[in-house]
T-cell receptor, first 113, second 113 residues
């Protein structure tokens, strides 16, 4: 079945870049997402990438997609303490954007001052 | 604030009981999704409604049911509760069925004792 995997923990120093990696299994996925969850809060969509793109940049965020290897990454430039949160990678199931998402386990990003 | 409202925020109940979680989608959004976030299963898609009709089902137990009312709010009913049902239940909404960003509420935390 469909599966999304991420590393569980990443620790960086403030000002460094953070790279969070994700692998997925559904090759027909057309949309791949990155969500952020802060303590006690809901899921906030950070960015998404369409499957025919290799890269998407949005301010401090860069998403890279390697469709051949089914690998997705999120790079956060100049990481700040406010970026400390859990980051979820998610793939949309199937070739339509139905909103039915498979999430990874989440990567806890710890930013040290 | 995503515009999606979930009540109650916290709920503590006993095994065997029944609870109802409520979701008010963003104004104008026709699609409502329910997701469950638990420690052992992570974030899982449960069910989707569009304009009052069920459109997709995920890993939703038979003891759980949902509906979307004419005013577009949705309720998730959980019955014969077990300890393992303790989780954070998220509602998300978006305007259409196949397009648009999913906006998540802050979740209803259910604890079953």
């Amino acid at each position: 079945g469909e599966d999304v995997e991420q590393s569980l923990f990443l620790s960086v120093r403030e000002g460094d870049s953070s790279v969070i990696n994700c692998t997925y299994t559904d090759s027909s996925s057309t949309y791949l997402y990155w969500y952020k969850q802060e303590p006690g809060a809901g899921l906030q969509l950070l960015t998404y990438i369409f499957s025919n793109m290799d890269m998407k940049q949005d301010q401090r965020l860069t998403v890279l997609l390697n469709k051949k290897d089914k690998h997705l990454s999120l790079r956060i430039a100049d990481t700040q303490t406010g970026d400390s949160a859990i980051y979820f990678c998610a793939e949309s199931i199937g070739s339509s954007n139905t909103g039915k998402l498979i999430f990874g386990q989440g990567t806890t990003l710890q930013v040290k001052p | 604030d995503s515009g999606v409202t979930q009540t109650p925020k916290h709920l503590i109940t006993a095994t065997g009981q029944r609870v109802t979680l409520r979701c008010s989608p963003r104004s104008g959004d026709l699609s409502v999704y329910w997701y469950q976030q638990s420690l052992d299963q992570g974030l899982q898609f449960l069910i989707q409604y569009y304009n009052g009709e069920e459109r997709a089902k995920g890993n939703i137990l038979e003891r759980f049911s949902a509906q979307q009312f004419p005013d577009l709010h949705s309720e998730l009913n959980l019955s014969s509760l077990e300890l393992g049902d303790s989780a954070l239940y998220f509602c998300a909404s978006r305007p259409g069925w196949l397009a648009g960003e999913l906006f998540f509420g802050e979740g209803s935390r259910l604890t079953v004792l």
